[in-house]
């Protein structure tokens, strides 16, 4: 299980502050199971990883052993909580089989061309992930990839698309229902910045040929692990500590990794945290940075700017592969005296640095901490970001589970482009 | 040129407000030229498209054209200023040639390893990039390609290296001096954020196949246009809102593009804006984000959460490419009204819609509108920010041109090192 320290937001919070937020924390987290609570109808997530529909399992696994047979590249369509978590995991875990290429989250014909290059002259299959199948960057590809594939295998290209959308209601429903497509459900009780464990994000994710009964696996036993209701429990603690630092000021979680393969959980993050809190004028501002690479870009901000910022960062011991630092005969750069030892061992004592100078400047860290990085560790970490996030959410007074603010520029969009 | 609109500030600052800060900005542009400044030995910059090395400029060519035709793979090394620009150019850019891999800027031996497969069985060549060679992250990748280079090549490896370093001390231009390789120079008035126009930047770009004559007088013709010294000058304006929104409360500047390849803009924005202003408990915390990619995430956050945060939106007309939209003969998708439209038009729909409902949510918006992204664009783009970011880092009474806060994390590290 991940490990949380808090021991670096010390000067700035004390322990005896987070455990005097118990009973905030207790009532929020009691919220998830309250039906007069706010967004109660979107609470599906909480117990997903055990209460999820096994026979839909099976045909998810069965789906992707189909694609990895027959398909060099799987198309994937989605945008938002559509393709994030898909995309992290698939970054973030070894994966073989197809390429899988996400497409229909932008407007860009470029990243379009880019794809439609990638599968000419190739076997490949389309995912297309819509609730409702009306949302114009991934209705607009799917139109594209759709007429390729049709084009390519003529009637059989019904067997080579899976709709992943509402169980009953849509256009994608329909066009699924009228064409025999394979199709999945998104749940109702399941918003989009969930859903990474439902069939939204297990199809691609396992076309990948990650074991997502591993997945949910992992997601389970933090399902167990952090229902517990006191201040031992580390959802709790961040929790707590998170709505501290906001109250002091912090106004910014910079969510920081240590591997450039994990830029997605950051991504992930930013929709997670910023679509939940980031309402009726309130809210943490999610920002992400990649370390130690950006230590040479924000990092005098982070040490001496505005100080209305605290990290959250994540770091993981193992991350699949070590390189030992060569001896040099000539030794011009004088780091000999690191010869022999593992790349990681100079990445652990910059992390260690760093959390010792951004303290010392002001910017305190919290820290989770991982032994490695495995498919049962990403599901922990996808559940305890989630379970956070709802109870977090309910703290600061919000309803954690809409995002009435997405439709605005939608609205203006829609008038714009003189839809009917 | 860069057409800059402050209309959708209208509401947040007035005219007037700008125009009020006419004085200010000019006292602090004035600073750039001020041996007395602040930050007056690092101000290279601002002549630099003009008054630049030629002997060298053509060196970078030459050096470019070999890599080019001897090799199918570049690895550049550098870390934050030594290699974000460049990188930056090989994104936003189309290039051809060798592929051109950027290492040593992380710690992560996933990094390394994969481009040390990209190189297997290849014809190579690095060009490491560090003012002083002392960098932990770029002096540990150029110890193990460096190797790598010696094992394939052996005598002829010193052929392939060109390093990039000061012009006389530290420990790479002696090693590149007993070694003899080809080198060039990181001027000592040019700090690594503004050297995307010193040989920092350019040898790679020069290597893409980029034309960095033309990149050189695009940031020409922007550095006698921007020299201007009144209200009409677009930098002038931009300085003078962004100082403006600041003071105002909103804290954070969220660099948006509408095309992903453009996303390494942000990154290189950040580093300049972040390093230069980010100082003495002051400045604007930089952000970055892709639409409409991210309206699906950070979207919510933008229209309703806390109103801290302003954007500056880089939206270009002509990306390089353009798809029309397929028509349907079902139409499930409601999507028939757009068929035949370019998917251009959509996203510029998304961009009018989205600038309207983020000043009506309270986040205003700076727009910088280019007709087209080319070399020449890229190039006074480059200059219009440096300029915008010294003349700001005056204006908000900080030195822009240094970066103490940088050294604290790396002293601890050489601590837990153990360096002799």
């Not at 490695?372 to 589970?401: Q, T, W």
Request: charged share 25%; glycine share 10%.
């Amino acid at each position: 299980m991940l490990k949380l320290d808090l021991s670096k937001l010390e000067g700035v919070i004390s322990q005896d502050q987070i455990n005097a937020m118990a009973p905030e924390v207790e009532a929020a987290h009691a919220k998830l199971y309250d039906p007069a609570a706010p967004g109660s109808d979107f609470v599906g997530w909480v117990r997903l990883p055990e209460d999820y529909d096994k026979d839909e399992f099976a045909r998810i696994q069965k789906a992707a052993a189909k694609i990895r047979q027959d398909s060099q590249v799987l198309v994937a369509i989605g945008i938002g909580g559509s393709y994030l978590g898909a995309r992290t995991a698939l970054e973030v875990l070894p994966i073989d089989g197809p390429e899988i290429c996400f497409v229909g989250c932008s407007l860009s014909p470029n990243e379009l061309q880019k794809v439609i290059k990638k599968v000419e002259g190739k076997d490949w299959s389309i995912n297309v992930i819509s609730k409702s199948g009306g949302t114009t960057e991934p209705a607009v590809a799917f139109r594209v990839f759709r007429d390729l594939l049709v084009k390519q295998y003529g009637e059989d290209a019904d067997k080579r698309i899976y709709a992943t959308t509402d169980k009953a209601r849509g256009a994608l429903k329909s066009l699924a229902d009228s064409n025999g497509w394979e199709s999945f459900v998104v749940p109702d009780d399941v918003g989009g910045r969930f859903s990474v464990l439902s069939a939204v994000g297990l199809l691609p994710i396992a076309a990948g040929g990650i074991d997502i009964a591993e997945l949910m696996g992992g997601a389970r036993d933090a399902m167990n692990a952090y229902d517990k209701r006191d201040m031992s429990n580390p959802v709790w603690q961040y929790v707590a500590a998170r709505n501290l630092l906001y109250r002091q000021g912090k106004k910014i979680e910079l969510f920081c990794t240590y591997e450039p393969s994990y830029s997605f959980i950051g991504e992930w993050l930013k929709q997670l945290f910023g679509e939940s809190e980031g309402k009726d004028g309130k809210g943490i501002f999610p920002a992400s940075a990649q370390f130690t690479t950006d230590l040479h870009s924000l990092g005098q901000y982070i040490q001496d700017g505005e100080r209305h910022l605290f990290e959250t960062v994540i770091y993981v011991d193992d991350t699949g592969c070590d390189i030992a630092i060569p001896y040099s005969d000539d030794n011009g750069d004088n780091l000999n005296y690191l010869a022999g030892k593992p790349l990681s061992f100079v990445r652990e004592m910059a992390f260690q640095g760093t959390l010792a100078a951004h303290q010392d400047g002001g910017a305190p860290s919290v820290v989770l901490r991982l032994d490695k990085m495995d498919v049962r560790a990403l599901g922990e970490l996808f559940y305890f970001f989630e379970l956070s996030c709802g109870i977090s959410g309910h703290i600061l007074g919000v309803n954690p589970f809409n995002q009435p603010g997405v439709e605005a520029y939608k609205k203006n969009m829609f008038a714009l482009l003189g839809r009917p």
